[in-house]
């Protein structure tokens, strides 16, 4: 199609220009060397796909450009009119993990994003808060910088505490509580040969072996030693974390919590051999002691693991004096957790039996699945005003790591009572930090905050 256009020539001596052309609205720009139909397809394509894929893409389509162009292109487009909305959700989001982070802003009438600014300190928060007086609701996680950014910032809205975040401070809690429980988990041995008085009639028992110990459990009982022998001499965590090597966070975790809840955690990982435990324990019994030939009859029963696995266990079974039973092998503390924290009508009728054996055991464990059946009906029903009394009935059981879990909903009581209230949740956000992650990632490093910025307010 041919397109006829005006030029037009200027009269006045001093013009610079001398001639020039008639522009086509929606067509032509001054010194453009593309058409506007054809800017926005790039644009577009820069917005979906940033540089590299957007540049292959582009030319499989016909409209060869550079990543540069692209990106440049992204860059050019305006932000959106921003709006000030009157509920907002604010998460973090890492440039660079461990390094540099920012924060981001999301409606959350609408889920869009309104703005996205570097750092998560309260200085920060604060002060885009005060810059947009109109805000009533603000939904956060339990982060401290955020809550502190929030009451100085917009004193008079109402802060709303994620109710996810409080779900998975309940599920530490309670995974904390079975693995110091853990003795409870396996099933007591029969007791057919009982005499009347409770005692044993064929004598007493034969002595056995401690129970297995991993590397990883050796490794804490070493770290919590020498932690607490620098402590007791006199160092600082600080120094300590120093001279071990390690960070100041693990020194504060083992300084604080006693060796039995390490020894516990480590001992009770799940492992892929789990379920052939007991094939091992009775053909070593048996007096099968090659672990080559064990090896392979248990990648008939649908083991997929390595010869080396295989040979450590029985390489440990060797050196005990006595072998280990072929009682069923207990279900792992993680394991015993995920069933207390699920809904009973969601276990399956083996994982029902069994809990239902574990928490008859254990009435701390019982107790436990009771409050975490509480909370969840808060957090189901929206009946938040029953906060304060579930605290006390917790506080009335010896839980301790359910006590500080209680202990940190007090801290931020009046956010967490709005969380378990109001509808309002924090869920909106947090797409939008995984949608965030996405657009980084396929910016190949070329992830600068204004781009990330225009990739993301306007898609």
């Known amino acids: 199609m041919d397109v006829g256009v005006r030029r037009f020539r200027c009269d006045d001596p001093g013009c610079g220009a001398a001639t020039f052309a008639e522009q086509i609205p929606g067509l032509t720009a001054p010194f453009a060397r593309r058409t506007a139909g054809l800017t926005d397809c790039l644009a577009t394509i820069g917005l979906a796909l940033a540089g590299r894929a957007g540049a292959r893409l582009a030319s499989k389509l016909g409209m060869p450009a550079c990543r540069d162009t692209l990106i440049r292109l992204v860059r050019a487009l305006p932000e959106p009119p921003a709006a000030v909305p009157t509920v907002i959700g604010i998460d973090d989001f890492a440039l660079r993990k461990g390094a540099v982070y920012g924060t981001v802003i999301v409606d959350m009438e609408t889920h869009r994003s309104i703005d996205i600014f570097p750092g998560r300190d309260a200085d920060t928060l604060a002060a885009w808060l005060a810059e947009r007086p109109g805000i009533t609701v603000i939904c956060r996680d339990r982060g401290g910088s955020y809550a502190d950014g929030a009451r100085r910032g917009a004193p008079d809205a109402i802060e709303v505490a994620d109710r996810w975040h409080l779900w998975a401070n309940l599920g530490a809690a309670v995974d904390k509580t079975v693995s110091a429980h853990a003795a409870c988990l396996p099933e007591p041995p029969p007791a057919d040969n009982l005499a009347a008085d409770g005692r044993s009639e064929a004598g007493p028992p034969p002595q056995s072996d401690p129970p297995i110990e991993y590397p990883l459990a050796r490794r804490h009982r070493e770290r919590h030693a020498a932690i607490h022998e620098l402590l007791a001499a006199g160092c600082s965590r600080a120094e300590a974390a120093r001279e071990l090597g390690i960070s100041e966070r693990t020194v504060y975790r083992f300084a604080g919590t006693p060796l039995e809840q390490h020894l516990g955690r480590a001992n009770n990982r799940a ?33 997929r693991g390595s010869l080396r696995t295989v040979e450590r266990y029985i390489a440990q079974l060797r050196e005990r004096a006595n072998p280990p039973p072929t009682a069923p092998t207990p279900p792992k503390p993680r394991k015993v957790a995920g069933w207390i924290m699920s809904d009973p009508d969601h276990l399956t009728a083996g994982a029902a039996m069994q809990l239902k054996a574990i928490l008859a055991r254990c009435p701390e464990l019982e107790a436990t699945r009771k409050h975490v059946g509480s909370f969840a009906n808060m957090i189901q029903n929206l009946t938040g005003d029953r906060l304060p009394s579930w605290i006390d009935a917790v506080r009335a059981d010896d839980l301790p790591a359910l006590h500080s879990f209680a202990t940190g909903l007090t801290r931020d009581q009046a956010a967490v009572t709005a969380g378990l209230t109001l509808p309002w ?35």
Do not use: C
């Not at 996405?438 to 992830?447: C, E, L, P, V």
């Open 271 to 303: 492992s892929r051999l789990d379920r052939f435990m007991d094939h091992l324990h009775q053909r070593f019994a048996d007096g099968v002691h090659n672990a080559r030939v064990l090896h392979r009859e248990i990648e008939l029963l649908g083991w």
């Open 425 to 459: 949740s924090n869920g909106p956000t947090e797409g939008t930090v995984n949608r965030l992650k996405m657009i980084k990632r396929s910016m190949y490093g070329r992830a600068n905050l204004d781009l990330l910025r225009r990739r993301l307010l306007i898609t």
